[in-house]
């Protein structure tokens, strides 16, 4: 079993397999926060749907629903007291809750078979009119599975009872996405999720 103390230098040689460093990973982030834990395999589910919807292929579905899984896995690194907080930071605890991002891609760097998820772990809180973090990133700049883990992500946080204080129906959820639509998510990557959700 991996350790918070660990770095991908000194077990990337201890696992073989990119499956079982996910499921170790997972573990952690399950052992910090279920309801996160539980947030992110939904995340990878609408993902997978979604993709599937978009017709894109099979290699690249398999990276989006990894990607999608480890989405937060940055979470490990930001402090409890600070996720408690959530959503009401001060400034200096919002910049370090925004580095989660950046952090979930750096503890993948060293691992094998984990370099292709790693945009699609940094660049997922970035927004189709480029006021996201952590790079600004605009439009068809961000990758797109980073875009379809955004549009999976923020679905979630709206009906799901386990990541908010107050939760929305399907068609409240749904709605919201349209609105932020063209704004802060990619209107494509949208409609394809609302057409998978059916």
């Not at 490990?76 to 370090?96: D, G, H």
Request: aromatic letters at 8%; one cysteine or more; glycine letters at 6%.
């Amino acid at each position: 079993m991996l350790t918070l103390m660990q770095t991908p230098d000194t077990y990337s040689g201890d696992i073989e397999s990119t499956q079982e460093i996910i499921a170790n990973l997972m573990h952690l982030l399950k052992l910090k926060d279920y309801k996160l834990y539980l947030h992110s395999q939904q995340v990878a589910n609408y993902a997978v749907s979604t993709a599937a919807k978009m017709r894109l292929p099979r290699e690249e579905i398999e990276r989006i629903r990894q990607a999608a899984m480890l989405h937060d896995i940055g979470h490990l690194t930001v402090p409890n007291a600070i996720l408690a907080k959530m959503p009401y930071l001060s400034t200096r605890e919002l910049s370090v809750f925004k580095n989660h991002c950046n952090a979930g891609s750096y503890m993948l760097e060293n691992i094998p078979g984990c370099q292709e998820l790693i945009p699609y772990i940094r660049y997922h809180h970035e927004r189709w009119d480029g006021m996201g973090y952590p790079k600004r990133l605009k439009g068809v700049n961000i990758p797109l599975g980073a875009r379809i883990i955004a549009v999976a992500n923020y679905y979630d946080r709206f009906i799901n009872p386990c990541t908010q204080n107050w939760t929305k129906t399907k068609e409240e959820a749904v709605k919201e996405l349209f609105i932020l639509s063209g704004m802060v998510l990619d209107p494509d990557v949208v409609r394809a999720f609302v057409e998978a959700l059916g």
